[in-house]
């Protein structure tokens, strides 16, 4: 059955590095999401992706984060100057190919971020 | 705006046992509503989504979800969990005129003794 990627699945960095969570999504999926979930709180969601453009993002999804599509099969989520409260799991997730709610959003294993 | 609560943070049944984990929502339109269940070390899995239709929908691994229209409610059953069923469920809501994003309860975190 295919599945959401992600790499890595721990990252350690510094406050005010940046840093690159990388997704792959499914193979014909479409839309893709980046959700997080701070330690023992609500999953997030933080922006949806879709024809190479965001369709939505959350309040959280400031100016210090952005996402990409760099080639067909990879999806990213940079964040430029990691701050304390940006330590997380991130979940990536893709859905296709209408985008509506028939179509499941599948979700990767995530990627716990630790910002010290 | 909409909201999702899961009013119980932390359950624990014995195991073969019947199960109940509820999900309130608010949202002014007719809510699509999924259950999504995580193991640890795991992402998200979906167990079942409610669209419209009948308001017993199954899911897999024997998990089923009865929508409640009058009492804003969308709460998972098992009749006989099973130590795997061990995990944290989350109660969702669609928007898909907002991204598609899902909106997330709180979870609850599900303990099976032996």
């Known amino acids: 059955e295919p599945e959401v990627t992600q790499t890595p699945s721990h990252q350690v960095t510094q406050m005010g590095q940046e840093v690159i969570l990388r997704c792959v999504p499914i193979?014909?999926?479409?839309?893709f999401y980046w959700y997080r979930q701070i330690l023992g709180q609500k999953v997030e969601f933080l922006v949806s992706?879709?024809?190479?453009?965001?369709?939505?993002k959350s309040e959280i999804f400031d100016d210090q984060f952005s996402v990409e599509r760099p080639d067909g099969s990879n999806f990213t989520l940079k964040i430029r100057s990691t701050k304390l409260e940006d330590s997380a799991m991130y979940f990536c997730?893709?859905?296709?190919?209408?985008?509506?709610?028939?179509?499941?959003?599948?979700f990767g294993p995530g990627t716990r971020l630790t910002v010290l | 705006a909409q909201s999702v609560t899961q009013p119980d943070i932390h359950i624990t049944v014995s195991e073969g046992a019947s199960l109940e984990l509820r999900c309130n929502y608010s949202y002014g339109a007719t809510p699509y509503l999924f259950w999504y269940v995580q193991s640890p070390g795991q992402g998200l899995q979906l167990l079942l989504k409610?669209?419209?239709?009948?308001?017993l929908v199954q899911g897999i691994k024997g998990f089923e979800a009865e929508f409640k229209r009058s009492q804003s409610s969308f709460n998972l059953r098992k009749p006989s969990v099973h130590w795997s069923d061990a995990a944290e469920y989350f109660c969702a809501v669609f928007r898909n005129n907002a991204g598609n994003m899902l909106t997330f309860g709180g979870g609850t975190r599900l303990m099976v003794k032996p």
């Open positions: 409610y669209f419209s239709g009948d308001t």
């Open positions: 193979s014909n999926h479409l839309y």
């Open positions: 992706f879709y024809n190479n453009e965001i369709s939505e």
């Open positions: 997730a893709s859905s296709g190919p209408s985008g509506q709610a028939t179509d499941t959003q599948y």
